[in-house]
């Protein structure tokens, strides 16, 4: 139907339009009532065509300009007390109840749970809550469980697994020997085994840049098909911050993990520390070079024979493997410098890990092994009793110190 008001319409539209960004519910609606008022007869429906606001809207506005009272809202209200839709708990007391039942975090994985094996996502909440009688949407449960308390959180790495009594004191026992080793020039060094990597064209964690639509294409799924693995022990030297990693092509063992340790010496250690009789290595519990392991301490007499040192190992104690000085200083920062690159070859890892550098001076040596590492040696009775060993005092299985059995080879008589 042809406007009866086209002129005042465009002209209303075109104030509208220019106010629009700047008023609030409530002034809007005082607004088109204003307008409406100005055009007399048939300006609501005229007004309502240039604003879009409904009649019924535009005449609640032409009350509240004929009462002065209506016009004074307190604390800034758009509306009067009670006016507008009215919030869902208070229109579904139980809902709150309700919805902190289904969140609850000891329902998931109980059988008897509705969500017992789906993620608590918004959209599967409401669902949920609406097959109980509680009609809502995702948003609405989102502004509840705000309102509740509740945030969107990741999973956080702070449990540590159980306690040993005496961690703190093997920290502190573990710190006074560091310290009286590097006060005599004597090595002190931190060990582990970095995570395997499949090398091949596998997806590897975080970004690189790349010209836009040429990053690197990888595999779609991370199931090997027959590639081989690396394996990447570390050896990081407390004192002068070097680290030299040891890329296996076979097998995380014991005598792998003190090859390793006797390639450092080899290559790096002995230059650094040419008048050292003694080594400190601090390692974690399990692995390679667990302290349970019968073939590490069996390893070991054979690197103190060829070494000539006296070998003194400090390990962390049971789930605090993250603390060991190589985890922080060394492996985060050589995933730093293959992050997003896929490892390709043995080659490329190999010269990944030498790229590693850091602001602080840390510089590394990285080597490949093609040695081959065999598991499932057994150590015998008698060749566990063969090691020249000495336990500590104090938690001898943790603290000992393993001694040449013979003069290295070459030494003279």
């Avoid at 103190?304 to 060394?330: C, M, Q, S, Y």
């Avoid at 840390?362 to 000495?390: H, P």
Wanted: proline share 5%; aromatic share 8%.
């Amino acid at each position: 139907m042809a406007s009866r008001y086209p002129k005042q319409e465009a002209e209303v539209r075109a104030r509208f339009e220019r106010l629009a960004p700047t008023l609030t519910e409530r002034g809007r609606r005082l607004f088109a009532a204003n307008e409406a008022a100005q055009i007399g007869y048939g300006g609501e429906t005229a007004v309502s065509r240039a604003t879009g606001l409904a009649v019924s809207t535009i005449r609640r506005g032409l009350e509240e300009l004929a009462d002065v009272e209506r016009l004074e809202l307190p604390d800034g209200r758009q509306r009067r007390a009670g006016g507008g839709r009215k919030k869902v708990e208070e229109v579904y007391p139980g809902i709150i109840g309700v919805l902190l039942e289904l969140v609850d975090s000891s329902t998931r994985g109980d059988p008897e749970s509705p969500l017992r094996w789906t993620s608590k996502s918004l959209g599967k909440l409401a669902g949920e809550l609406t097959e109980r009688g509680y009609p809502v949407n995702a948003s609405t449960v989102r502004r509840l469980l705000v309102e509740q308390g509740f945030t969107l959180q990741n999973t956080k790495k702070t449990l540590n697994g159980s306690s040993h009594a005496d961690r703190n004191a093997q920290f502190e026992h573990l710190h006074e020997l560091m310290v009286r080793f590097q006060a005599e020039g004597q090595p002190v060094i931190s060990v582990d085994t970095k995570e395997k990597e499949l090398v091949g064209d596998y997806q590897n964690g975080g970004q690189e840049w790349h010209p836009k639509g040429e990053g690197p294409d990888v595999l779609v799924h991370d199931f090997p098909n027959g590639e081989p693995k690396a394996v990447p022990y570390g050896v990081y030297d407390v004192a002068r911050n070097e680290g030299f990693v040891n890329v296996g092509v076979s097998s995380d063992t014991a005598e792998f993990a003190t090859a390793t340790i006797e390639r450092w010496w080899d290559t790096m250690g002995r230059d650094r520390y040419p008048e050292a009789t003694d080594l400190l290595i601090t390692a974690d519990c399990g692995g390679s070079n667990g302290y349970r392991v019968r073939l590490w301490r069996l390893a070991l007499q054979g690197l103190a024979d060829r070494t000539g040192l006296a070998i003194t190992v400090v390990h962390l104690p049971p789930g605090t493997r993250k603390w060991n000085k190589i985890e922080h200083r060394l492996f985060s920062f050589i995933s730093m410098s293959w992050r997003g690159r896929p490892l390709v070859s043995y080659e490329t890892i190999v010269q990944l890990i030498a790229s590693t550098r850091t602001n602080k001076g840390l510089t590394v040596r990285c080597e490949l092994d093609e040695g081959e590492y065999l598991k499932g040696r057994k150590v015998s009775d008698a060749d566990l009793d063969a090691v020249n060993i000495e336990r500590d005092a104090f938690h001898g299985e943790w603290n000992y110190t393993v001694y040449p059995t013979a003069p290295p080879p070459g030494t003279p008589d």
